[in-house]
Structures are given as structure tokens and as C-alpha cells.
């Protein structure tokens, strides 16, 4: 069964510092992917990043990037330079190539508030 | 427009009664899905759909009934509301397995 942990219910860093969100995951499969989502105070669902097992590249998109290590089985995202505007609740999720393998399985979510 | 609409945005019903929340999505995505939001659970499954009359249970399906006859639509049913069913939906879509979803905009349904 696959699971998906964020360790870290609520963080709050003060505008421009970094921030690390960690996620670690757990699958019986070779072959699977993960994502991270951003829920802003207004609650929409927004998808961020897509990542399959076979690509342990960092990605980095502006102020936003992620390290995927197979060996730990994370996929963290790390903010620089924090804005108000990151303040939301991420969430991390996953797929498996299971029966069922379009299906998510999301994280319980890290609330993060950035303070001006 | 484009996209996945969900209705209503807000419902408040009385329990026992039937209540049904509406996903349209116009990208003739295959995959559609039902999830739900509380605190302290993140989000859930409910149901899903691979395509049209193709639909199965998520992780808490009782108390929820889904179809899907057109590939753009995909309604959940609360048969007979209860409070523990007072929650946030979200519907989702996907062009194929293993994308990224695009989730509507939620409703949060209050049964008192």
C-alpha cells in the first residue's frame, strides 16, 4: 500500500527566509510518481511539479525547487526567499503503477505561513 | 469556458435528505475523481472514474453514488446526508494516468 507522510503540520518563517517542506513516501513499486499541490487561503487546488521514479534530477523553478532521493524515499520542496504569498497549505502526493495507478495519495498537508 | 466547474459552491442541507454536487469538466479528460477535505485528514478518495459507465470506490465510499454517462460529467450523491458527511469536495480531472490532476474549486457542503 502506498502512503505519503508530511511530517510537519504548520511552519511559520518570517518573509525571505528559506523554507523546506519534506514529504517522504512509501511504495512497493519501481515505477510511480509525485506531486506537489499548493491550497492557497482562497482553496483552490493548484498542481506544481510532477516527478517520475526514474528522474532524481532537482528541479528548481524560480524560487521553487524539490530534491527527489530514492535512497530516503523524499521529495522535499524547498521556498527561497519566502514571500507572503507562499503562505498556503502544500501537499504532497503519489502514484504507484498498482491497479488503480491514475489514483493520488495525498499527504495530510503542511500549512505554511509566511510572516512580513 | 475551459475547465472544471463544480456546483454548488456552497450547500447546507438537513440530514437524511439527498444531495447532489455537480463536476463538469470540457477538456473530455478520461480520468475524473471525487475527493474530500477535513482537517486533520488531508484529502480522500471517494470515487473515481477511468471513463465513461466506468467508475469504482476510493478509499471512503459509504454514503456516496456517482455515474458517469457522459465523460464530462461525473455527479456524487449523498443518498441520505449525515453530519459526518459535512465536509469540502473537490473534483478532479486527468488527461491520463499518472498526470497531474486539475481540481475544481470545491464544495463545502454543511449537513446539519
Known amino acids: 500500500a502506498q502512503k505519503v507522510t508530511q511530517a510537519q503540520t504548520e511552519i511559520s518563517v518570517v518573509e525571505k527566509e528559506d523554507v523546506t517542506l519534506d514529504c517522504v513516501y512509501e511504495t512497493r513499486d519501481t515505477t510511480y510518481y509525485l506531486f506537489w499541490y499548493k491550497q492557497p487561503p482562497s482553496g483552490e487546488l493548484v498542481f506544481l511539479i510532477r516527478?517520475?521514479?526514474?528522474?532524481?534530477q532537482n528541479e528548481i523553478s524560480g524560487r521553487y525547487s524539490w530534491n527527489f532521493q530514492k535512497s530516503t524515499s523524499s521529495f522535499n520542496f524547498t521556498i527561497t526567499a519566502s514571500q507572503v504569498v507562499d503562505s498556503a497549505v502544500y501537499f504532497c502526493?503519489?502514484?504507484?503503477?498498482?491497479?488503480?495507478?491514475?489514483?493520488?495519495?495525498f499527504g495530510k498537508g503542511t500549512k505554511l505561513s509566511v510572516i512580513p | 469556458d475551459a475547465g472544471i466547474t463544480q456546483s454548488p459552491r456552497y450547500k447546507i442541507t438537513e440530514t437524511g435528505r439527498q444531495v447532489t454536487l455537480m463536476c463538469h469538466q470540457t477538456w473530455s479528460h478520461s480520468y475524473m475523481f471525487w475527493y474530500r477535505q477535513d482537517l486533520g485528514h488531508g484529502l480522500r478518495l471517494i470515487y473515481y472514474?477511468?471513463?465513461?459507465?466506468?467508475?469504482d470506490k476510493g478509499e471512503v465510499p459509504d454514503g456516496y453514488v456517482v455515474s458517469r454517462s457522459k465523460t464530462e460529467n461525473f455527479p456524487l450523491t449523498l443518498e441520505s446526508a449525515t453530519r459526518s458527511q459535512t465536509s469540502v469536495y473537490f473534483c478532479?480531472?486527468?488527461?491520463?494516468?499518472?498526470?497531474?490532476?486539475?481540481f475544481g474549486s470545491g464544495t463545502r457542503l454543511t449537513v446539519v
Open positions: 502526493a503519489l502514484s504507484d503503477s498498482g491497479a488503480g495507478s491514475y489514483q493520488l495519495t
Open positions: 472514474s477511468a471513463a465513461a459507465d466506468i467508475t
Open positions: 478532479a480531472s486527468s488527461a491520463a494516468s499518472h498526470d497531474g490532476y486539475t
Open positions: 516527478r517520475n521514479s526514474f528522474d532524481e
